[in-house]
């Protein structure tokens, strides 16, 4: 996957802005750039445009939206937002990034749902650890597959061409790291080359490549790959080839209660909303509510990489919203169970352990006794008969580390100067998560697809209309 030299290229086909990949961040892109009478052209590499959008529980988190407001929510805003990613990620990430992200959401959610008819609302109904507000926004099913369906239909509307099964295996580039254009293979072996002005890098992670996972976060090799096995860090690769910088590759989202052998996730108000993960022997091993990312290596380094998920019926009203619960449902990976006994039995630990395990949680609630792994359980009502129930792994979602941006999406070097015309967004870039996977606040993947995209598409239009 090189980088071939430009010098003396000729292109028999040739478009303003190329975008490498039609998940939410390249078609929000290229509606963006499309707004601003700006030819454009998307390359996918699938046969039918897929990738970690439509795998995504949908949810987009923004602070101070209309729509916010409009639900009764008033005391949301940007600022909070951006404090929320902040204190999640430690303060270890580009702070100027996440500002300018947080202050960018409310208007990349008001312009997809007015200008494209995006269907999300607010969520009010629980809130995500870590933040400080429901800044949560998703469609009715709360699936990302119904957002990305909108969004290709708004491109399709919108007479933007999209290439599919259109691998693009090179770029060309000249001596000052210009993009002139790339090269793509068809499934039959023929190969195309293609001019651009303006070329933005929309094809997400590493998270599909063992490789770059035993480089770069080994400790997650092992752990259950639920993203786009197309996620394989062609950005990565083309960027360093480029000379340009690479951040916070250790970083990635994870996910820890991904109901087995269903292989989808469990919502979280399984936990938000009292609900806790005990091991083999029925034992709490975490604080299960520091965030769903960082619980997939502490389920996966339990005995025999899994663990069970407990709540109730109180906590299934909201987690049953979420289309992927909904899955687990239907495929039989949550069970209702009457008593503690009858769960001991399933997961085959001594009742008393387990019976235990709900009583130290229990009197952690009346706020008498300090949880040994520092949650707090006294916001919640304890569980109550009937129960649920599912035996879960640890799962990687997607890669946060990546290409390092400006707040126009450009591509840096290493030396902190941009790439002349090359733009990267969604997970490509570095995202708001820090360093390692404690830092990703819940919807920040989708947080930075639709806003780098967007501020992606109308930068590349900019600079096309000044060439």
């Known amino acids: 996957m090189p980088v071939l030299k430009a010098e003396e290229k000729t292109f028999s086909t040739h478009v303003p802005v190329l975008i490498i990949g039609a998940g939410a961040c390249g078609t929000i892109a290229a509606l963006a750039a499309n707004e601003r009478g700006v030819e454009v052209l998307i390359l996918e590499r699938d046969a039918k445009p897929s990738g970690n959008t439509s795998l995504s529980g949908g949810q987009i988190p923004a602070g101070g939206t209309r729509l916010q407001r409009a639900a009764g929510l008033m005391d949301d805003s940007p600022e909070l937002l951006y404090q929320d990613l902040l204190s999640k990620a430690h303060g270890e990430c580009d702070h100027v990034m996440a500002r300018h992200i947080a202050y960018e959401s409310g208007k990349t959610v008001e312009w997809l749902v007015d200008r494209y008819q995006l269907p999300i609302s607010p969520i009010l109904d629980f809130q995500y650890p870590g933040h400080s507000r429901p800044h949560m926004h998703a469609s009715p099913t709360r699936f990302g597959a119904e957002l990305h369906t909108v969004l290709l239909a708004a491109v399709e509307r919108e007479a933007i061409p999209i290439a599919t099964s259109a691998l693009v295996t090179d770029l060309f580039a000249d001596a000052a790291g210009r993009i002139h254009g790339v090269r793509v293979k068809r499934p039959d072996g023929a190969v195309e080359e293609i001019g651009c002005d303006a070329l933005i890098l929309a094809c997400n992670g590493y998270g599909g490549s063992k490789e770059m996972l035993s480089k770069y976060i080994p400790e997650a090799v092992d752990l259950f790959y639920e993203g786009h096995a197309g996620n394989q860090g062609d950005a990565i690769r083309w960027g360093e080839a480029l000379g340009a910088s690479i951040k916070d590759m250790g970083s990635f989202q994870g996910h820890g209660a991904v109901a087995t052998p269903a292989s989808v996730h469990l919502s979280w108000p399984t936990v938000t909303e009292g609900g806790f993960h005990v091991n083999c022997h029925g034992n709490r091993f975490s604080n299960e509510n520091a965030g769903y990312s960082e619980q997939a290596l502490k389920v996966h380094r339990q005995p025999?990489?899994?663990?069970?998920?407990?709540?109730?019926?109180?906590?299934?009203?909201?987690?049953?919203?979420?289309?992927?619960?909904?899955?687990?449902?239907?495929?039989?990976?949550?069970?209702?169970?009457?008593?503690?006994?009858?769960?001991?039995?399933?997961?085959?630990?001594?009742?008393?352990?387990?019976?235990?395990?709900?009583?130290?949680?229990?009197?952690?609630?009346?706020?008498?006794?300090?949880?040994?792994?520092?949650?707090?359980?006294?916001?919640?009502?304890?569980?109550?008969?009937?129960?649920?129930?599912?035996?879960?792994?640890?799962?990687?979602?997607?890669?946060?580390?990546?290409?390092?941006?400006?707040?126009?999406?450009?591509?840096?070097?290493?030396d902190g100067t941009p790439l002349p015309n090359l733009f990267a967004g969604g997970g490509a870039a570095r995202g708001l998560s820090g360093p390692a996977d404690w830092g990703y606040l819940s919807g920040s993947g989708l947080l930075m697809a639709t806003n780098t995209g967007r501020l992606a598409g109308e930068a590349a239009a900019a600079l096309v209309a000044k060439s």
């Open 304 to 414: 025999g990489n899994f663990a069970w998920a407990i709540w109730d019926e109180r906590c299934e009203g909201p987690a049953s919203k979420q289309h992927s619960h909904q899955q687990a449902n239907e495929g039989g990976a949550v069970k209702r169970y009457d008593s503690i006994e009858a769960m001991a039995r399933v997961i085959g630990c001594d009742t008393a352990v387990l019976q235990q395990t709900f009583s130290d949680v229990a009197v952690c609630a009346t706020g008498t006794k300090t949880d040994e792994f520092g949650r707090d359980f006294t916001r919640k009502p304890t569980l109550k008969a009937p129960y649920y129930m599912s035996k879960i792994i640890g799962a990687l979602t997607h890669t946060q580390g990546g290409l390092e941006i400006d707040t126009q999406m450009r591509v840096l070097r290493t």
